[in-house]
C-alpha cells in the first residue's frame, strides 16, 4: 500500500521505519535458519564463521561433516568405496537408519492419518452430521494438548493396551506396542490427524453438495461418485494435508523418545541425542539437509493451495 | 484393500526383522567410543551378533522405567555401583552368575581376578571411573589445584559446570568445605552434613550451568560455556588426547567407583545378552577398551596389558583414577550410601535447583 | 434420495405424501436421519481411531494420578490393620503386622517398592525403610519397642498418618504434591514445607514466560503481519515464504540453530565482540537461561501468531482508514479507533493460539533453557523418565491438562475451531 499523496513527512519518515521494522523481523524469522547452511561446511569443528571461511578461503570449507553422516556408525567406514562400502552405509550408518525410520514412520503414519482424516472431514462438512462441533473439537485437541502429555498417556497404554479393559473388572494382559514401529505410527498418526481434517475441511467450504446428488441422479455408485466427482476437486487440499501430516511426523521427537526403542531412532531423535551430546558441525549438515527438504515440501503445498483456489474459483483478491 | 495389505504386512514385517541382534544401553559419546571398538566389534567379528549402541545420560533410570512398565527394550546396560545395587535390591535385574564368567588367561577364576567388591548378584563391573574436575589452561594459565579452587568465584571467576544431580557434588561441595574425604559419609549421614554440602553448592550456584549427559562437560568447556566443570575423567582425557584440547583434570577431590554391566529383567535377547557381558568382562576386552578411554579394568589381569593409548605414544597410567599420584586426596564413592539416599537426596536437590 | 423427490400427492385431508404414499414429514425425517447416520459413519473411524489412541490413553494416565497401590499391595496385613482400626493409634498388633509384610517384602524384593511409595509423602523414609526391612529378619516381640529402637521416627504419628494414606490405593496425595499441599499427621490438608514447594513456582513461570512468549509474538507479529496485509497479493505471497519456511523446519534445527547462535562463542556474541560493543570477557550469557527459551520459543511460535492476524487483516477494506483521515482523525487515530478493532478477532486467535502452545512446551526449554529456563512440561518428562514418581507426573499432567483445555475451550469460544487455518 503506497501512502496516499496527503502524507506528512512525518507519516513518510515513520513509513520508512515500520519497513525497515518488517525487515528485521523478517531476519528475525529467517537468519537462524539460514545461519546452518554456510556453518554446516566448516572446515573446523566450531559453530563460529572461522577467519578463513570470512574471507571466503576454499580451504575454510569442506564437506567432512556430510561424509561424517555417512560413515558414523558404519563397521568399516576406512574400506575403499565401491559396491560393498555403500552396502554398509546402507545397512549401519547411524543416520542413515535414522533417516530410513523416519521415512517408514511418515509414510505409514501419513496414510493413516490422510486417509482416516479424510473420510472424517468429508462426514463433518456435511450439514447433516449430529454433534458437529463437539466431534470436530475431539478430533482437533492431539493439536492442542501438549504433546508430553499425550506421550505419557500412551506410555501407560502400550505397555498393556489390554489394561484399559482392566477398569471392568477383568485384568487381560496383551502384546504391547512400545519400542514398536507400530506404535510409533499410530502416535504420529494421531497428532497428524488435526492437519488433514483442517487443511480437508477447508477445501470442502464451497464445495458444492448438489454435486453428489447430481452424480448420484446419474446413476453413479457412491465409490464412483467419491472417486470421480469429489476427490478430484479436494484432491489438493487432502494431498496438503497429507503433507503436514508427514512433516509433523517428521519433525516429532517427543513420542520416539517415549515410545520408540533403539530399533525407531529417527532424525530428530538422532538430533536430539547429538545436540545434548556433542553438538558438532554433523548435526549442522543434517539440519541443511531437513532445510532444503523443508523448503521442497513448503514450494510443494504452496502450488496445491494456489491450484485449489484456482479450481474452486476463491481466487486471493 | 489388497495394497493396505501389503503395507500392513510390510509394517510388520520391519517390526519383527533383525532380532538377534542386542542393544546394549550405554552413557554415549567417548566412552561409547571406547566400548565399541573395545567390546562391540569384537564381539560381532567373534560370534556375529549384531550390537546396537543406545544412549542415555543414565542409564539406570530408564532401565527402572522400562522393567516396571513392563517395556524391556535393552538386553544389556552400564549403570553405576550404587544404581546396580539399588536395581537389583528391587529385583528389577537378572542375576549373573560370576562363576560363569570367563577366567583370567593364566587360568585365576574370574571371582579371584576382579578387584574386590567387582562382582555382585546381578551385576559385573567393567571399569573403574573417577568424577573429577577440569579446566582449559588455554583460558586460565595458573589453573585451580585444590577442590576447594572450584568453588572459589573469587579467585577464579567465570561460569562452572556440575551434573545435574546430588550424587558427587554432595561430596565434592563437603570436601571443598574442608572435611576429610574419610568423613564425608558419616557427614552425609546427618542431616546437618546435608545442609552444610547444600550450603556450599549455594555458593557457585548462580554461576553454574547444569550437564545431564556425560559428553556436555567437554563441549561446555570447548565452547567456552563454563570456566571449568565437572566431568567423567575418560570424557577429559578424551578430549585432550583425541581432540588436542588443552583441557587439564585436577585429581584433587575426585570422587570414583565401579561401573557395573547389569542384564534388565525380561530382556528380549537373555542368552545374547550374557554372552555379550562375559565377553566384554574378559581380560582382553578390558584391556582393549582401556587403550579408548582412561578408565581403569576392573580385572587385575588386564591392567598390565594396558599400554598406550590407540595413538600409540599416549601412556594411559597417569590418567587413570587408581594411579598413585591421583589417590592422594581421592573418594571411594559409598555405593551402601547411594543405593539408599539417591531417591531423597535427589528430590531435594531438585527442589533446591527449581528454587531460585 | 430419491423418495424426497416433489412429485408427492394430496391425500384426502389435505396432507402431503410421497408416491408410495408415505407422510412426506415421516420421510423427509427418515431422509434426514439417514443422511445422519452416514455423515457420522464417515466420521465414526476416526472417532474410534482417536478414542483409543488418545482419549483412552490419556485417561488412562489421569487415573494414575489418583491411584497408587505400590504399598497398599505390598504390605497386606498392615492394610488389614488400618481397615480394622480407623482412626486409632498404632499398637503391638500395627507394630506386628508391619513387621510381618517387612519380612514377607525383603525376601520378595518389593522393600523399595514400600519404601519409594512413602517417601513421596514423608521424605527421608527410603533408607529408613531400607534398613528396617534388612533388620527385621531377627527381630523379636514386642515389635512395637523393638522396631521404635531401630529407629525412632517409626514412633512418628506423622509417618502412621502417611502409611495409613498410602494403604488405600485411591489417593488425593499425589494431587495434593502436585500443587505444593500435604498432610499433616491429623490428615488435615497444609502446605508443603517449604523446601519442597516446587510446583506452584512452575507452573506460575510456565505461564509468566508463555505470556511473555505471547507479548513478543503479538509485538513483532502485528507488523508484518499488517505489512503482509496491505502489500499487493504478488509481493505478500513472496514475503509470505519467509513467514512459512520457519514453520515448515524443523524444531530440532532451529532449536540447533539457536544455540549456535547465542552460545558464548557463538554468531551473536562474537559478531557482537567483534564490533567493538562486546569485551571478550563480558560475552553475553544468552543460552542455558531464561533467554535462551524465550529467543527460541518466539521465534519457534511467531508463525502462529502471523497467520491468524494475516488472514483477519487480509479483507480489512483500506477505504476505512482512508475515510477515517478523510474525516479529519490523524493516522494514529485512526489506527487505533478505525483498524485496530478489526482486527481484534485475529489478535485473539493468534494469542491464544501460541499462548496454548507454549504452556505445553517441551523439547526447546529442554535444550536451551539451562536451569532456570525449564517449564512444566520438563517437570512433568523428568518425572515420567528419571525420578520415575508416575502418579506425580500424572497429577501434574492432569493440572496442566485442564488448563490447557480451559484455554481451547476459550479459543473455541471466541474464535472457534472451525477457523483454524495452517498457511
Known amino acids: ?317 | 484393500m489388497k495394497k493396505l495389505l501389503v503395507l500392513t504386512t510390510a509394517l510388520t514385517g520391519v517390526g519383527f526383522a533383525a532380532h538377534a541382534d542386542i542393544t546394549v544401553l550405554s552413557w554415549g559419546g567417548a566412552y561409547e567410543t571406547s566400548q565399541v571398538e573395545g567390546y562391540n566389534k569384537p564381539f560381532t567379528a567373534a560370534t556375529s551378533t549384531n550390537v546396537i549402541m543406545t544412549a542415555a545420560d543414565n542409564p539406570a533410570a530408564p532401565i527402572k522405567a522400562m522393567v516396571e512398565a513392563g517395556n524391556v527394550t535393552v538386553d544389556v546396560a552400564d549403570v553405576e555401583y550404587a544404581d546396580a545395587i539399588r536395581l537389583c535390591d528391587e529385583g528389577l535385574l537378572e542375576t549373573i552368575d560370576a562363576s560363569t564368567l570367563p577366567a583370567a588367561p593364566d587360568g585365576t577364576a574370574a571371582t579371584d581376578d576382579f578387584l574386590p567388591g567387582a562382582l555382585t548378584d546381578c551385576a559385573v563391573a567393567s571399569i573403574v571411573f573417577s568424577t573429577v574436575f577440569a579446566y582449559d589452561s588455554s583460558k586460565i594459565p595458573e589453573g585451580p589445584t585444590k577442590i576447594s579452587d572450584f568453588f572459589d568465584l573469587e579467585k577464579f571467576p567465570g561460569k562452572r559446570g556440575l551434573r545435574k544431580g546430588a550424587k558427587a557434588n554432595l561430596e565434592m561441595a563437603l570436601m571443598a568445605d574442608g572435611v576429610a574425604a574419610a568423613d564425608v559419609y558419616a557427614m552425609l549421614e546427618t542431616p546437618e552434613g546435608i545442609d552444610r554440602a547444600f550450603a556450599k553448592l549455594d555458593t557457585i550456584k548462580a554461576e553454574t550451568v547444569w550437564w545431564e549427559a556425560g559428553a556436555q562437560p567437554p563441549q561446555l568447556l570447548a565452547d567456552g560455556e563454563v570456566a571449568m566443570t565437572t566431568a567423567y575423567n575418560g570424557r577429559i582425557f578424551a578430549a585432550a588426547t583425541a581432540e588436542a584440547k588443552p583441557f587439564v583434570t585436577v585429581w584433587d577431590g575426585q570422587v570414583y567407583e565401579y561401573d557395573m554391566f547389569v542384564i534388565p529383567k525380561g530382556a528380549p535377547n537373555l542368552e545374547g545378552a550374557m554372552e555379550y557381558v562375559k565377553f566384554a568382562t574378559s581380560t582382553p576386552q578390558l584391556a582393549e577398551q582401556a587403550k579408548w578411554i582412561s578408565y581403569g579394568p576392573a580385572r587385575k589381569s588386564s591392567a598390565p596389558l594396558i599400554g598406550l593409548f590407540n595413538d600409540g605414544k599416549t601412556e594411559m597410567a597417569p590418567f587413570m583414577p587408581t594411579s598413585e599420584a591421583n589417590l592422594t586426596n581421592a573418594l571411594p564413592s559409598s555405593y551402601e550410601f547411594w543405593a539408599d539416599r539417591d531417591s531423597e537426596l535427589n528430590e531435594r536437590f531438585n527442589a533446591w535447583l527449581a528454587a531460585n | 434420495m430419491a423418495d424426497v423427490t416433489a412429485q408427492g400427492m394430496t391425500t384426502g385431508d389435505g396432507r402431503l405424501t410421497t408416491t408410495d404414499g408415505r407422510p412426506l414429514k415421516l420421510a423427509l425425517a427418515h431422509a434426514q436421519s439417514r443422511n445422519r447416520r452416514r455423515a457420522f459413519l464417515l466420521v465414526a473411524p476416526l472417532l474410534l481411531f482417536i478414542v483409543v489412541t488418545f482419549v483412552l490413553p490419556i485417561g488412562q494416565m489421569l487415573h494414575e494420578a489418583v491411584y497408587n497401590d505400590e504399598f497398599s499391595t505390598h504390605v497386606p496385613e498392615l492394610k488389614a490393620w488400618f481397615d480394622a482400626n480407623p482412626a486409632a493409634e498404632p499398637d503391638e498388633a500395627a507394630y506386628a503386622a508391619l513387621v510381618a509384610d517387612f519380612r514377607v517384602a525383603a525376601q520378595e524384593r518389593t522393600i523399595g517398592k514400600i519404601g519409594t511409595r512413602l517417601n513421596y509423602d514423608y521424605p527421608g523414609v527410603l533408607s529408613l525403610v531400607k534398613s528396617t526391612g534388612r533388620a527385621v529378619k531377627g527381630m523379636e516381640p514386642p515389635f512395637k519397642d523393638a522396631l521404635i529402637a531401630e529407629d525412632e521416627r517409626w514412633a512418628d504419628p506423622q509417618l502412621w498418618s502417611v502409611m495409613r494414606e498410602a494403604s488405600s490405593a485411591y489417593t488425593a496425595s499425589f494431587m495434593l504434591a502436585a500443587v505444593d499441599l500435604a498432610r499433616d499427621k491429623d490428615g488435615a490438608i497444609t502446605r508443603a514445607p517449604e523446601e519442597r514447594q516446587v510446583y506452584v513456582k512452575l507452573f506460575i513461570r510456565t505461564f509468566v514466560l508463555s505470556g511473555l512468549i505471547t507479548l513478543i509474538c503479538l509485538i513483532l507479529g502485528f507488523p508484518v503481519a499488517h505489512l503482509l496485509a496491505t502489500l499487493p497479493m504478488r509481493w505478500s505471497n513472496v514475503l509470505m515464504i519467509l513467514v512459512l519456511l520457519p514453520f515448515w523446519t524443523s524444531l530440532l534445527v532451529r532449536t540447533t540453530s539457536w544455540m549456535v547462535l547465542l552460545q558464548g562463542q557463538g554468531v551473536v556474541n562474537n559478531s557482537l565482540v567483534a564490533l567493538g560493543l562486546l569485551t571478550d570477557d563480558g560475552r553475553l550469557p544468552m543460552i542455558n537461561n531464561q533467554i535462551g527459551t524465550v529467543v527460541a520459543m518466539t521465534h519457534v511460535l511467531l508463525p502462529f501468531m502471523i497467520l491468524p492476524l494475516y488472514s483477519v487483516m487480509r479483507p480489512i477494506p483500506p477505504s476505512y482508514v482512508r475515510a477515517a483521515r478523510s474525516l479529519g482523525a490523524t493516522s494514529w487515530t485512526a489506527f487505533r479507533r478505525v483498524y485496530l478493532p478489526q482486527t481484534l478477532p485475529g489478535i485473539g486467535a493468534g494469542a491464544l493460539l501460541v499462548f496454548i502452545l507454549a504452556v505445553g512446551y517441551y523439547i526447546t526449554p529442554a535444550l536451551v533453557g539451562g536451569a532456570s529456563g525449564q517449564l512444566i512440561s520438563n517437570l512433568i518428562a523428568f518425572h515420567m523418565q528419571d525420578s520415575l514418581n508416575w502418579s506425580l507426573g500424572a497429577a501434574l499432567s492432569a493440572i496442566l491438562l485442564v488448563l490447557v483445555l480451559v484455554l481451547y475451550w476459550l479459543y473455541d469460544r471466541i474464535v472457534g475451531i472451525d477457523n483454524l487455518k495452517l498457511g
Not at chain 1, 492442542?144 to 498417556?153: L, M, N, R, S
Not at chain 1, 484432491?235 to 517415549?258: H, K, Q, Y
Not at chain 1, 531423535?269 to 548435526?283: D, F, K, L, T, V
Open chain 1, 1 to 317: 500500500m503506497p501512502l496516499p499523496s496527503y502524507a506528512t513527512p512525518l507519516e513518510r519518515l515513520w513509513r520508512r521505519s515500520y519497513l525497515v521494522i518488517c525487515g528485521l523481523i523478517f531476519l528475525f524469522l529467517i537468519a537462524p535458519i539460514l545461519i546452518v547452511i554456510p556453518l554446516s561446511f566448516n572446515a573446523e569443528p566450531y559453530f563460529t564463521f572461522t577467519a578463513k571461511m570470512l574471507s571466503f578461503d576454499p580451504t575454510g570449507y569442506s564437506m567432512r561433516w556430510y561424509d561424517l553422516l555417512l560413515t558414523f556408525g558404519m563397521t568399516a567406514p576406512d574400506a575403499a568405496r565401491d559396491s560393498s562400502w555403500w552396502a554398509d552405509v546402507w545397512n549401519n550408518a547411524t543416520w542413515v537408519r535414522a533417516a530410513k525410520n523416519s521415512i517408514i514412520i511418515g509414510f505409514f503414519s501419513t496414510i493413516l492419518a490422510t486417509v482416516l482424516g479424510t473420510l472424517a472431514a468429508l462426514g463433518l462438512s456435511r450439514a447433516e452430521m449430529p454433534y458437529r462441533k463437539t466431534i470436530m473439537a475431539i478430533l482437533i485437541s492431539p493439536m492442542i494438548v501438549p504433546v508430553i502429555i499425550t506421550a505419557t498417556g500412551l506410555f501407560f497404554f502400550y505397555s498393556n493396551p489390554c489394561g484399559v479393559i482392566a477398569w471392568a473388572g477383568v485384568e487381560p494382559a496383551c502384546f504391547r506396542l512400545t519400542g514398536k514401529y507400530l506404535g510409533v505410527v499410530l502416535a504420529h498418526a494421531t497428532l497428524g490427524i488435526p492437519f488433514v481434517i483442517i487443511t480437508v475441511t477447508a477445501t470442502l467450504i464451497g464445495f458444492d453438495q448438489s454435486l453428489i446428488r447430481a452424480s448420484a441422479s446419474l446413476g453413479a455408485s457412491p465409490s464412483t461418485t467419491f472417486f470421480k466427482v469429489i476427490m478430484p476437486l479436494i484432491l489438493p487440499g487432502v494431498v496438503s494435508g497429507a503433507l503436514f501430516a508427514f512433516v509433523t511426523s517428521w519433525d516429532e521427537v517427543v513420542m520416539v523418545i517415549f515410545l520408540g526403542a533403539p530399533d525407531q531412532q529417527t532424525l530428530p531423535r538422532q538430533m536430539w541425542n547429538g545436540i545434548r551430546e556433542q553438538i558438532s558441525p554433523a548435526i549442522l549438515s543434517v539440519a541443511t539437509i531437513l532445510v532444503i527438504i523443508s523448503i521442497l515440501l513448503l514450494a510443494t503445498v504452496e502450488l496445491l493451495r494456489r491450484r485449489s483456489e484456482r479450481l474452486r474459483g476463491v481466487a486471493p483478491q
